[in-house]
């Protein structure tokens, strides 16, 4: 069974880097939020990674819950 829930448009934000460094590109600038999902069309395998770290997000005064995540990943 698969559960999927779209992302809220005002989660799907982050630091633009790309004045200083036209090559670093976040991940909310790399992949694409979308309404709908369906799994069962992909012909390749679908790998979600976590890292259980709130160290960087403190640093960029961003929102702590980094490290909660790849625990609440099931």
Do not use: H
């Not at 989660?11 to 090559?23: F, V, Y």
């Not at 395998?45 to 980094?66: Q, S, Y």
């Amino acid at each position: 069974m698969t559960q999927w829930y779209p992302a809220s448009p005002a989660l799907w934000q982050g630091r633009d880097d790309s004045i200083e460094a036209p090559d670093a590109r976040r991940l909310f600038q790399t992949v694409t939020r979308s309404e709908t999902f369906f799994p069962e069309n992909w012909q390749q395998k679908i790998a979600l990674m976590g890292f259980a770290c709130d160290e960087g997000v403190k640093r960029n005064a961003g929102r702590p819950g980094a490290a909660g995540g790849p625990g609440r990943v099931a």
